[in-house]
C-alpha cells in the first residue's frame, strides 16, 4: 500500500496546459532539434561573464556583497540601469529570477481566484501553467500576423467581458513571431485605463530585432502596464535573472511576495551581471550581434522550406527573435502527423496546435513552431529538406 502524499490542493490542482514537447514516436538519432526558445551559445558573452566574476569576487569588500543577502528589490545600480532604458524611475524595477518569475509574481499580486485574465490564441503556455497558480478563469483573444487582435478583444469588452488581466508578448511573439502593430500598443493602453485592467507585457525577444524598427513597449506611463522582462534571450536563461517594472502601486505587493519566497535574486549574479552590462557598450553589441546572427538564420529556414515546400506553405521572414510560425496551406494535413514523420526523417518540432491552449485552436492547428535560434543555416536547410520528405511522405 502506498502512504498517501501531503501534497497541498494548491498541487494537486495544477493540469498540464499542453503536452508540451510530446511524444513525437521515433526520433532520428542525428535529428536536428528545432524547439527551444534558447539563445545560440556563441552569442553569449562568455569571457566577459568570466572576467567579471574574478573581477567581483577579487576584491574583499565587493566580494563580501556578493555573497552577503541584499536587498528585496534588487541591485540599485542594476535597477538604475534598467529603468533608464524602460524609461521608468529605478524604483519602480524589481529584479527577479527570470520572466516567468516575474510574470508569476504580477499575477499572485494582482489577479484574484475567479478573475478573468486573458492570454494570446496561441499562447506562451507557460503562462497559462503560471496563471493557474491564482485560481483565475482564463479566456483568449486571438493573435494575427499584427500581434494581439485588439479589434476582437474591444468587442469582447464591449460585450462585458470584465477582465482583471491581459497578457501579451508585443514582440517576436512566442509561438508566431508576430510584432504587435504601433496602433494596436496605444489601443491596447486606452482599453486596459478605460475599463481598468493590467496589462502584462512579457517581451524577452525586445532586443533581437533582424529587421525594421524597433517599436516601443507598452507605455509605462499607464498605471496599467507592467512589463516583465529577462536577460534569458540575451545573457543565458540558465542565469535566471530578469526584472519587472511594475506601476507605483504594484511594487510593495511584489515585495511582499518576495520576502516571503525568495528574499532576493543571486547578489553574486547580480553584481556579475551589472558590471557587465554597464560596461562600454557590450550588452549593446551582443544582442546586436546576435540579432545579426538570427535573422541570418531565419533567412536560411524560410527560404529552405519555401524552396522546398513551394505552395504547401505559407511562410512569414519573422522580423525578430527565434520563431518562424509556416502555414501548412492543405486544409487535409496533420501537423501533428508531420510532426512525427518528421521527427523520424530527422528535425524536431512543435506543432502549432501545442501554443493554442486556450480558445479554438483550428487556425493554430495549421502551423507549425520552428526555432533557428541556436541551428545553424546549414543546418537549417538539412532540416527543411528533412521537413519536405516527411511531408511528402504524409500526404502520400
Ligand atoms: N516569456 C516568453 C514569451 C518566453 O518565450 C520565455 C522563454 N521561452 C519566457 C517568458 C521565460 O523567460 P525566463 O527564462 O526568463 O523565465
Same mark, same amino acid.
Given at each position: 500500500?502506498?502512504?498517501?502524499?501531503?501534497?497541498?490542493?494548491?498541487?494537486?490542482?495544477?493540469?498540464?496546459?499542453?503536452?508540451?514537447?510530446?511524444?513525437?514516436?521515433?526520433?532520428?538519432?542525428?535529428?536536428?532539434?528545432?524547439?527551444?526558445?534558447?539563445?545560440?551559445?556563441?552569442?553569449?558573452?562568455?569571457?566577459?561573464?568570466?572576467?567579471?566574476?574574478?573581477?567581483?569576487?577579487?576584491?574583499?569588500?565587493?566580494?563580501?556583497?556578493?555573497?552577503?543577502?541584499?536587498?528585496?528589490?534588487?541591485?540599485?545600480?542594476?535597477?538604475?540601469?534598467?529603468?533608464?532604458?524602460?524609461?521608468?524611475?529605478?524604483?519602480?524595477?524589481?529584479?527577479?529570477?527570470?520572466?516567468?518569475?516575474?510574470?508569476?509574481?504580477?499575477?499572485?499580486?494582482?489577479?484574484?481566484?475567479?478573475?478573468?485574465?486573458?492570454?494570446?490564441?496561441?499562447?506562451?503556455?507557460?503562462?497559462?501553467?503560471?496563471?493557474?497558480?491564482?485560481?483565475?478563469?482564463?479566456?483568449?483573444?486571438?493573435?494575427?500576423?499584427?500581434?494581439?487582435?485588439?479589434?476582437?478583444?474591444?468587442?469582447?469588452?464591449?460585450?462585458?467581458?470584465?477582465?482583471?488581466?491581459?497578457?501579451?508578448?508585443?514582440?517576436?511573439?512566442?509561438?508566431?513571431?508576430?510584432?504587435?502593430?504601433?496602433?494596436?500598443?496605444?489601443?491596447?493602453?486606452?482599453?486596459?485605463?478605460?475599463?481598468?485592467?493590467?496589462?502584462?507585457?512579457?517581451?524577452?525577444?525586445?532586443?533581437?530585432?533582424?529587421?525594421?524598427?524597433?517599436?516601443?513597449?507598452?507605455?509605462?506611463?499607464?498605471?496599467?502596464?507592467?512589463?516583465?522582462?529577462?536577460?534569458?534571450?540575451?545573457?543565458?536563461?540558465?542565469?535566471?535573472?530578469?526584472?519587472?517594472?511594475?506601476?507605483?502601486?504594484?511594487?510593495?505587493?511584489?515585495?511582499?511576495?518576495?520576502?516571503?519566497?525568495?528574499?532576493?535574486?543571486?547578489?553574486?549574479?547580480?553584481?556579475?551581471?551589472?558590471?557587465?552590462?554597464?560596461?562600454?557598450?557590450?550588452?549593446?553589441?551582443?544582442? /546586436?550581434? $546576435? *540579432?545579426?546572427?538570427?535573422? +541570418?538564420?531565419? &533567412?536560411? #529556414?524560410?527560404? !529552405?522550406?519555401?524552396?522546398?515546400? =513551394? %505552395?504547401?506553405?505559407?511562410?512569414?521572414?519573422?522580423?525578430?527573435?527565434?520563431?518562424?510560425?509556416?502555414?501548412?496551406?492543405?486544409?487535409?494535413?496533420?501537423?501533428? /502527423?508531420? $510532426? *512525427?514523420?518528421?521527427?523520424? +526523417?530527422?528535425? &524536431?518540432? #512543435?506543432?502549432? !496546435?501545442?501554443?493554442?491552449?486556450? =480558445? %479554438?485552436?483550428?487556425?493554430?492547428?495549421?502551423?507549425?513552431?520552428?526555432?533557428?535560434?541556436?541551428?545553424?543555416?546549414?543546418?537549417?536547410?538539412?532540416?527543411?529538406?528533412?521537413? $519536405?520528405?516527411?511531408?511528402?511522405?504524409?500526404?502520400?
Amino acid at each position: 500500500m502506498s502512504t498517501p502524499t501531503l501534497l497541498a490542493e494548491r498541487v494537486t490542482g495544477l493540469v498540464a496546459p499542453s503536452p508540451f514537447g510530446a511524444v513525437l514516436g521515433h526520433v532520428a538519432d542525428d535529428a536536428v532539434h528545432l524547439t527551444g526558445g534558447s539563445p545560440a551559445p556563441e552569442s553569449l558573452p562568455r569571457d566577459e561573464f568570466a572576467h567579471r566574476t574574478v573581477e567581483v569576487l577579487a576584491d574583499l569588500d565587493s566580494a563580501a556583497r556578493a555573497l552577503d543577502y541584499s536587498g528585496h528589490q534588487g541591485d540599485p545600480a542594476l535597477r538604475r540601469w534598467i529603468g533608464a532604458r524602460e524609461g521608468v524611475d529605478a524604483s519602480r524595477v524589481v529584479i527577479t529570477n527570470g520572466a516567468l518569475h516575474g510574470l508569476s509574481m504580477t499575477l499572485l499580486a494582482a489577479v484574484d481566484p475567479g478573475d478573468l485574465v486573458f492570454v494570446e490564441n496561441p499562447v506562451y503556455p507557460l503562462a497559462v501553467k503560471t496563471l493557474q497558480l491564482t485560481g483565475a478563469r482564463v479566456d483568449a483573444v486571438p493573435v494575427d500576423e499584427d500581434g494581439l487582435d485588439v479589434d476582437a478583444l474591444d468587442r469582447a469588452l464591449r460585450s462585458g467581458a470584465r477582465p482583471r488581466a491581459l497578457y501579451v508578448v508585443p514582440d517576436f511573439q512566442n509561438p508566431t513571431g508576430s510584432v504587435l502593430a504601433p496602433d494596436r500598443r496605444l489601443r491596447l493602453v486606452e482599453l486596459a485605463e478605460r475599463y481598468g485592467f493590467l496589462v502584462i507585457s512579457d517581451n524577452p525577444y525586445s532586443e533581437l530585432r533582424g529587421s525594421g524598427e524597433d517599436i516601443p513597449d507598452l507605455d509605462p506611463a499607464s498605471d496599467r502596464i507592467v512589463h516583465v522582462n529577462t536577460f534569458s534571450k540575451t545573457l543565458g536563461p540558465g542565469l535566471r535573472l530578469g526584472w519587472t517594472v511594475a506601476p507605483e502601486w504594484l511594487v510593495a505587493g511584489l515585495l511582499d511576495l518576495r520576502a516571503r519566497h525568495d528574499q532576493h535574486a543571486s547578489s553574486l549574479l547580480q553584481a556579475v551581471v551589472t558590471r557587465l552590462v554597464t560596461r562600454d557598450d557590450l550588452f549593446e553589441r551582443t544582442v /546586436a550581434a $546576435a *540579432s545579426v546572427l538570427y535573422n +541570418e538564420r531565419a &533567412v536560411a #529556414l524560410v527560404d !529552405g522550406l519555401r524552396a522546398e515546400l =513551394g %505552395d504547401g506553405v505559407d511562410v512569414a521572414l519573422p522580423a525578430g527573435g527565434v520563431f518562424a510560425w509556416p502555414r501548412f496551406t492543405d486544409p487535409n494535413l496533420d501537423v501533428e /502527423a508531420l $510532426a *512525427s514523420a518528421a521527427a523520424a +526523417e530527422g528535425v &524536431v518540432f #512543435l506543432p502549432g !496546435g501545442q501554443f493554442s491552449v486556450v =480558445g %479554438d485552436s483550428s487556425a493554430a492547428r495549421r502551423h507549425a513552431r520552428v526555432s533557428f535560434g541556436q541551428t545553424s543555416s546549414d543546418q537549417l536547410r538539412t532540416a527543411a529538406s528533412r521537413i $519536405a520528405r516527411a511531408y511528402r511522405r504524409v500526404i502520400g
